[in-house]
């Protein structure tokens, strides 16, 4: 049964938007003093400089649409971030010095780019980024002294991410996807003086090496990567000078198994297990070749790193506690809050469940219920990626539909991460169908369990998870009260043709091909094919700068949609792919608790 909608600027669910939140830190390599951190303690999330032995934050960016992905230089001087307009993603490679100035651009001949990596070695003697444009996916490597022209270069056609510096600086690695021409990586090394090519790591055609990085110390070519030949990720060291291969022993921890981080002696690696969309932590000697569980607190953690103290540094957030940075005993024993975020939240925390696909698949869910006798109103959730997860997060959202009496039901369908290789690349090729039969086998069991009322079943999701939603209502129409999707692919098509180079690239892997080579697969995935199907009211909220789901293919959608007699509510905001401020997300918030009221009567 609804409660009454709560719109009131007390509102328990407005408290939780608002409550601090850190999201990625860094340290640099040679002034462990010194660190980055993403947070949104001031209303929108921003670059802070942060001193590591006080705790104090500065605030280093000020973007009215919030910057997320930053890195500290080696010494600890500057911080690093892609300057954009309105969050489109697209720009230059900007520095700005932590003991105060104006920020300078470290390209500025160069013509505007995409981008998803940029590093310093170790050293700080060199640093790299890859820049992707109409024209492929270019890599660089640049003396930090000198400047100029670049000492390295890598160029593909195809997704492409990079370089992986070693120690000084000498080795390049890059993860690139030529072979596979889809979502699998195969790693190349090369001499950075030379370019000369030193090797290549690749498990055969179907399976997946990323990379992780290389070990801390001078002279020290092994490199960690993870490998998915055998089903499931495993990790492995890889001797770029050698060839050499090592895969660690790690078969008899279940489910997917990544490196995270080398010790500064390069002697222990930090592991992290995800099985049944949950964490643990674990050590791996690599004299002793043991690998020694830790004993640390429950929760989700979604980043963990070896400290400049002999710890252990690591994000950890749940249901109703938000991501704040703690610091682990090697045994994995909690030490101290390092970086704390908001107080703890009230909230409900979920149960995980597992059900059966039309097929027979097991699909595992997280099961929010409010208090009280079902069925409920319910909200049925779609994770972004599709190369994602959904875990047991910090997520205000949840937490302010079950204040108003819905259950929430998210689910990792086929697509997901760490549920197995077979698992995650059933889709390739045939988005939005294997992904549509879980979703409505999980309706299914909502109403065979008595948790959902039938006549009140929202679908909801974000960027992959938006597409989710169009597609579903499009293909099961008959299962939903309504749709909200937010940041939404409606059609792959205009979207390939409006969107950055790096997601171009990311599409072509996810389907095998460009639109106008599989121009069928790619109109059978999109939602605005099955438009006259729909019957659902549906909301939809879209950036205006967005460069990953970008506007025209959503005007597009909508014009369908009205012209057919739909019900569809368009809502703009000026910013990328996400709300980065709190008033555009609880913006957000009030407009789909509205839209459900509505909708539900």
């Not at 954009?84 to 780019?113: F, L, N, Q, R, T």
Request: proline share 5%; net charge negative.
């Amino acid at each position: 049964m609804l409660k009454p909608l709560n719109l009131d600027a007390s509102a328990p669910w407005r408290s939780r938007f608002e409550a601090a939140r850190i999201v990625n830190s860094d340290i640099a390599t040679r002034n462990p003093r010194r660190g980055v951190v993403t947070s949104n303690k001031d209303g929108a999330y921003q670059l802070y400089a942060w001193d590591v032995p006080t705790g104090q934050l500065t605030q280093m960016t000020d973007f009215p649409t919030g910057k997320v992905g930053g890195t500290i230089s080696a010494d600890g001087e500057r911080i690093y971030y892609l300057h954009d307009e309105g969050g489109d993603e697209i720009g230059h490679y900007h520095y700005k010095p932590i003991s105060g100035g104006d920020p300078v651009d470290i390209s500025p001949d160069m013509p505007a780019y995409a981008s998803n990596y940029f590093t310093e070695s170790f050293t700080g003697n060199h640093y790299g980024f890859a820049a992707a444009n109409q024209f492929g996916f270019f890599i660089y490597v640049i003396d930090n002294v000198r400047g100029g022209e670049p000492l390295f270069r890598f160029e593909s056609q195809s997704l492409s991410v990079g370089p992986l510096l070693s120690y000084n600086g000498e080795i390049a690695v890059i993860a690139t996807t030529e072979k596979a021409k889809s979502l699998h990586f195969n790693l190349e090394a090369y001499d950075i003086q030379t370019g000369e090519k030193l090797g290549e790591l690749w498990d055969g055609p179907g399976t997946s090496v990323q990379p992780v990085g290389f070990a801390r110390r001078a002279g020290d070519m092994r490199f960690l990567a993870t490998s998915s030949a055998s089903g499931y990720p495993r990790p492995l060291i890889w001797n770029t000078r050698t060839n050499e291969r090592f895969d660690l022993p790690v078969d008899d921890i279940e489910g997917d198994v990544t490196a995270w981080d080398w010790s500064e002696d390069g002697r222990l690696i930090l592991l992290r297990q995800m099985h049944m969309a949950q964490s643990k932590l674990w050590l791996y000697d690599a004299e002793s070749k043991q690998t020694t569980a830790l004993n640390h607190p429950a929760g989700t953690y979604s980043k963990a790193y070896f400290s400049p103290d002999g710890t252990i540094y690591a994000h950890l957030s749940d249901a109703t506690n938000a991501e704040r940075i703690i610091e682990l005993e090697m045994s994995g024993a909690f030490r101290r809050v390092v970086l704390d975020a908001a107080p703890d939240q009230s909230g409900i925390h979920p149960q995980s469940v597992t059900f059966s696909s039309g097929d027979g698949t097991p699909i595992q869910a997280w099961l929010y219920t409010p208090e009280g006798d079902g069925p409920f109103p319910t909200i049925v959730h779609t994770h972004g990626g599709p190369t994602g997860v959904q875990t047991n997060r910090y997520m205000p959202d949840i937490q302010a539909w079950l204040d108003h009496g819905f259950a929430f039901f998210t689910i990792n369908y086929r697509g997901s991460t760490t549920f197995g290789k077979d698992f995650q690349d059933a889709i390739l090729g045939n988005l939005g169908d294997l992904e549509v039969q879980d979703v409505v086998a999980g309706v299914h069991w909502l109403l065979d369990e008595g948790i959902a009322q039938p006549d009140m079943i929202l679908k909801t999701g974000r960027s992959y998870g938006g597409y989710m939603t169009l597609q579903c209502i499009g293909k099961a129409p008959d299962l939903w009260a309504g749709g909200m999707a937010i940041v939404a692919i409606a059609d792959w098509k205009l979207m390939y043709e409006d969107q950055a180079e790096t997601l171009r690239g990311y599409q072509r892997a996810l389907f095998g091909g460009s639109p106008d080579e599989l121009p069928e697969a790619h109109k059978k995935s999109s939602p605005i094919t099955y438009a006259e199907q729909v019957k659902a009211p549906l909301l939809v909220i879209q950036g205006r700068n967005d460069t990953r789901c970008p506007e025209r293919q959503m005007e597009v959608y909508e014009a369908k949609l009205r012209g057919l007699g739909k019900q569809i509510e368009m809502s703009w905001y000026e910013a990328g792919h996400g709300a980065m401020t709190i008033e555009e997300q609880v913006r957000q918030m009030e407009l789909m608790l509205r839209f459900a009221y509505r909708v539900l009567g």
